[in-house]
């Protein structure tokens, strides 16, 4: 029938699958709490979440805003710094026997231990906040970015030596665009992970932000306030994320995963 085709080709579309998939989790996530009777105290009910959302719009925007400048500002220093790290690293192998290991290791350390210094340090504005996401979100953009580098052909470097390409030219006609897909899968991943840092330095030392409103709603046991709160975190952390797609769809559509013809499973 045609209204059956017409709901298959809408639940088949790229954009309605992920809104479908949500509302199977609500419901699912309804379900089981009616049925195994859970307290509100432990797991509230979606529709309690939602209530809470509403009626603490105002304020969840407004406590948003500090989170989201916190994360724009720790993204935008990991891209600014990351890049041009990886590419001192991709092109020297005694710079990358220097800076890896201890890129390395400052990755293995929690960022929640070191936080409580940039408070003592730089007071209880945003810049601890910023500079959380910033050793959050730096990391990947550096290896996705020396990936990107060290990965492209050797006949294509052969290529541009035939035809007595200089470094300069070599790096922007050949080098940039080749890691390109790289490097937004990294900033990919650093957008998300500035919104955790800056959401860390919050937990550490703020009077405002989603991570203050967290702290807040775990002191009084406010679930649905909780989960709300939870909800706007990964509301932002989606919305930065596909803007970073919609600018990599923009720069390099010319990649296999943005053109028709892309092969994948179903």
């Given at each position: 029938m045609p209204i059956i085709r017409s709901l298959r080709r809408l639940a088949g579309s790229e954009a309605i699958r992920p809104a479908l998939l949500i509302v199977i989790i609500l419901v699912g996530w309804d379900v089981g709490v009616r049925l195994f009777k859970i307290p509100p105290y432990l797991i509230p009910a979606p529709t309690a979440v939602v209530l809470e959302l509403f009626a603490?719009?105002?304020m969840l925007l407004r406590e948003t805003m500090p989170t989201l400048y916190a994360t724009l500002g720790g993204f935008a220093l990991s891209a600014l710094f990351g890049i041009p790290t990886a590419m001192l690293?991709?092109?020297?192998r005694t710079v990358e026997s220097y800076l890896y290991p201890i890129l390395v290791f400052s990755q293995s350390v929690p960022k929640i231990a070191v936080?409580?210094?940039?408070?003592?340090?730089?007071?209880?504005g945003?810049?601890?906040?910023?500079i959380s996401a910033f050793l959050?979100?730096?990391?990947?953009?550096?290896?996705?970015?020396?990936?990107?580098?060290?990965?492209?052909?050797?006949?294509?470097l052969d290529l541009a030596r035939s035809m007595r390409a200089g470094a300069l030219r070599t790096f922007l006609r050949i080098r940039l665009p080749n890691a390109?897909?790289?490097?937004?899968?990294?900033?990919?991943?650093?957008?998300?992970l500035a919104v955790v840092g800056a959401v860390v330095g919050e937990f550490v030392g703020s009077n405002s932000g989603i991570g203050y409103v967290l702290q807040i709603a775990n002191g009084n046991f406010d679930l649905p306030l909780m989960f709300a709160a939870l909800f706007i975190l990964s509301l932002m952390g989606v919305l930065l994320f596909t803007a970073i797609d919609f600018?990599?769809?923009?720069?390099?559509?010319w990649?296999?995963?943005?053109?028709?013809?892309f092969v994948g499973t179903n």
């Open positions: 603490q719009w105002p690293i991709a092109s020297s936080a409580p210094l940039f408070v003592v340090w730089f007071g209880f945003i810049a601890p906040k910023v959050l979100g730096f990391f990947p953009v550096v290896v996705a970015t020396v990936l990107g580098l060290k990965s492209i052909d050797n006949d294509m390109l897909p790289s490097i937004f899968g990294g900033l990919k991943v650093s957008i998300t600018a990599e769809r923009l720069l390099i559509p990649h296999a995963s943005h053109r028709g013809d």
